[in-house]
């Protein structure tokens, strides 16, 4: 079993890059492959980032997805912030060896 | 376009049961594995259940284990979760999903409040 770790909160302004990290508690990130879910207030999840890097049909190339070994880390980098950003961010992996599915906690990222 | 829309929620006494459904279009539902997940109020998301494409496999988390039964009518295009035991605890928007190791589409969710 592992745990993926996020951070609570982040913010930046509005035409910056910021960088949300994923850490994993025990095993490889590359293990699995990590996705990245966006869930703006008041509305269903949807897939940023799917297999670590890949981004679904109509998801803006501002958003890329990455792994490092190093730190046993995913990254989500979104630049060029734009308002419209401003959302919940979760992480999720999948547990082969118990075959769980295992979301992070969330990061609210706030653009001002 | 892929549609998964849930019903079924509402609001239950602790130890009583509820069934959600999730009716899906715009692919062929028999090809996919399926998620439950779900989001209490103010929290984060938790995984709740999955099923492979054919029902021959089910996973659950280890919070609604022998209490939630995840199943499936490929002839119906529709995803069930049957809920029994509820409690307190379990109270939450309730979101169909399509995928197996990642998630590529979400539902809009069903509220599911246990309260007496």
């Known amino acids: 079993n592992f745990m993926l770790t996020q951070p609570h909160s982040v913010s930046e302004s509005p035409g910056k890059t910021v960088t949300i990290s994923c850490t994993r508690s025990?095993?490889?990130?590359?293990?699995?492959?990590v996705q990245w879910y966006q869930q703006r207030p008041g509305s269903s999840p949807t897939t940023v980032i799917y297999e670590d890097n890949q981004r679904p049909s109509g998801v803006p190339d501002r958003f890329s997805g990455s792994i490092d070994s190093s730190s046993n880390s995913a990254s989500l980098t979104i630049s060029g912030l734009k308002t419209e950003d401003e959302a919940d961010y979760y992480c999720?992996?999948?547990?082969?060896?118990?075959?769980?599915?295992?979301f992070g906690g969330g990061t609210k990222l706030t653009v001002l | 376009q892929v549609q998964l829309v849930e019903s079924g929620g509402g609001v239950v006494q602790p130890g009583g049961s509820l069934r959600l459904s999730c009716a899906a279009s715009g692919f062929t539902f028999s090809s996919y594995g399926m998620h439950w997940v779900r989001q209490a109020p103010g929290k984060g998301l938790e995984w709740v259940a999955f099923?492979?494409?054919?029902?021959?496999?089910?996973y659950y988390a280890d919070s609604v284990k022998g209490r939630f039964t995840i199943s499936r009518d490929n002839s119906k295009n529709t995803l069930y979760l049957q809920m029994n035991s509820l409690r307190a605890e379990d109270t939450a928007v309730y979101y169909c999903?399509?995928?197996?190791?990642?998630?590529?589409?979400w539902g809009q969710g069903t509220l599911v409040t246990v309260s007496s």
């Open positions: 099923i492979r494409y054919d029902g021959s496999n089910k």
């Open positions: 999720q992996s999948y547990d082969s060896s118990n075959h769980h599915w295992v």
């Open positions: 025990s095993g490889s990130i590359a293990s699995n492959y």
């Open positions: 999903a399509k995928g197996f190791q990642g998630i590529f589409s």
